[in-house]
Nanobody, 128 residues
Framework: QVQLAESGGGLVQAGGSLRLSCAVS????????VSWFRQAPGKEREFVAA???????????NYADSVKGRFTISGDNAKNTVYLQMNSLKPEDTAVYYC??????????????????WGQGTQVTVSS
């Protein structure tokens, strides 16, 4: 079973930056997608970004429109860790951020219910 553990959340002023980490254990990244989702109070869990590895070791990244140009997702295969660098943060980015994993079959899935394994979440608060 895949286990995921997020870290790096915190309180930051608008315009600031944070880097979240998702440590993955239980399998290698090949053939898997690791994504970040977020959930604000009273709102549904929404897709933020995805990092996918094909079995041929090609990787792909995908972003929600709301974070394009501000957030960058990356992966370190040697450390089995996926990172989310968040720059130019806005108060509307405030949420609990979760990482999740599922098999990658050539198409990136952005629907939370279709992910099999989840971390416990880390709080990100952006003050205005």
């Amino acid at each position: 079973q895949v286990q995921l553990a997020e870290s790096g959340g915190g309180l930051v002023q608008a315009g600031g930056s944070l880097r979240l980490s998702c440590a993955v254990s239980g399998r290698t990244f090949s053939g898997y997608t690791v994504s970040w989702f977020r959930q604000a109070p009273g709102k549904e869990r929404e897709f933020v970004a995805a990092f996918s590895w094909s079995i041929s070791s090609t990787y792909y990244t995908n972003y929600a429109d709301s974070v394009k140009g501000r957030f960058t997702i990356s992966g370190d295969n040697a450390k089995n860790t996926v990172y989310l660098q968040m720059n130019s943060l806005k108060p509307e980015d405030t949420a609990v951020y979760y990482c999740a994993a599922r098999r990658f079959a050539g198409v990136v899935v952005t629907t939370a219910i279709r992910y099999d394994d989840w971390g416990q979440g880390t709080q990100v608060t952006v003050s205005s």
